[in-house]
């Protein structure tokens, strides 16, 4: 999966002034344009979309510096239909102006070419599950927060708050299947960015066959049935929550034959008896590669 990403990565880097197709790197990676878009932002930390504009405009810069071009020529080279937004978007990444860079000499910022390599973390087993479930939905409070990868989400804390346990208590008992009990389930607008302070789509409730009840607040989500990866770990919150998430798509995903679907990623946590830890089941909308 890693070779494939790569050669992916070759692709964009021969097109960086070209329109990059989804869908061609897709191919080449053989898998699902979705599946690329929530990989490569999972393992780059940035979206594709955010990647290419700062490779296009590192080279720009490279050209800006060399003074050998106008550089209208230059913005029209990476894709810039005037010299104005070509400024506004070099100043965005570089903090001058392009003019004021090729005078000056000034300091830019550079992108890096990204390309994937192993790491070797896959000592430890990871624990997983595959069901098949049938329709269901997601009853509960939903919300926008922003995305965490380490450490506590200050807006995930005060939202859960503003719900109170007597309102978990009233929906717990329409849980009548896996997962079982209060749920949270995430679900990305953008399915190209796991980016830090991303926007998601957050909705704390249960996973249920029944309809929503006539309670001020609850939202409900109809989740069409489908495949599930599930995966089981134990540890100190938020920290192990966030740690399967990222161990799923930089370890799981490359090495077993299935990729992510659009759809809410829903997570588990109870306590363990002394109450320090928790157990955590991921549940993750997959289909086989195969």
């Given amino acids: 999966m890693l070779d494939r990403l790569n050669e992916a990565m070759d692709h964009v880097e021969r097109h960086i002034a070209a329109d990059i197709d989804i869908e061609v790197l897709a191919r080449i990676a053989h898998t699902s344009p979705y599946h690329f878009r929530r990989m490569f932002a999972t393992l780059a930390?940035?979206?594709?979309?955010?990647?290419?504009?700062?490779?296009?405009?590192?080279?720009?810069?490279?050209?800006?510096?060399a003074g050998r071009r106008s550089l209208l020529d230059i913005a029209v080279t990476y894709g810039y239909g005037s010299g104005e937004t070509f400024a506004r978007a070099f100043r965005a990444v570089h903090g001058v102006g392009?003019?004021?860079?090729?005078?000056?000499?000034?300091?830019?910022?550079?992108?890096?070419r990204m390309t994937f390599h192993l790491t070797v973390e896959g000592s430890t087993p990871m624990e997983f599950r595959i069901v098949d479930k049938a329709e269901f939905r997601l009853l509960g409070y939903r919300t926008e927060v922003p995305i965490v990868h380490e450490g506590h989400n200050e807006a995930?804390?005060?939202?859960?708050?503003?719900?109170?346990?007597?309102?978990?208590?009233?929906?717990?008992?329409?849980?009548?299947q896996e997962p079982e009990g209060i749920v949270s389930a995430v679900e990305p607008h953008d399915d190209s960015s796991r980016s830090e302070?991303?926007?998601?789509?957050?909705?704390?409730?249960?996973?249920?066959?029944?309809?929503?009840?006539e309670e001020e607040g609850v939202a409900e989500r109809v989740v069409p049935a489908g495949t599930w990866a599930v995966f089981r770990s134990e540890g100190?919150?938020?920290e192990a929550a966030q740690y399967i998430w990222r161990d799923v798509f930089t370890q799981w995903f490359p090495s077993?034959?299935?990729r992510g679907v659009p759809g809410p990623e829903i997570l588990s946590a109870q306590p363990t008896g002394d109450g320090t830890r928790m157990n955590y089941e991921l549940w993750l909308p997959v289909e086989h590669t195969g």
Avoid at 45 to 65: C, F, K, N, Q, W
Avoid at 98 to 112: D, F, K, N, W
């Fill in 45 to 65: 930390g940035i979206p594709l979309s955010e990647y290419v504009r700062r490779r296009r405009l590192t080279l720009a810069a490279g050209e800006v510096l």
């Fill in 197 to 213: 302070g991303s926007l998601t789509e957050f909705l704390q409730g249960v996973v249920s066959s029944a309809a929503a009840p």
């Fill in 98 to 112: 392009p003019a004021e860079a090729r005078r000056s000499g000034a300091a830019l910022t550079s992108q890096p």
């Fill in 256 to 258: 077993n034959p299935y």
């Fill in 236 to 238: 100190e919150p938020p």
């Fill in 156 to 176: 995930i804390a005060e939202f859960t708050a503003s719900i109170g346990t007597e309102r978990l208590a009233r929906l717990k008992p329409l849980s009548d």
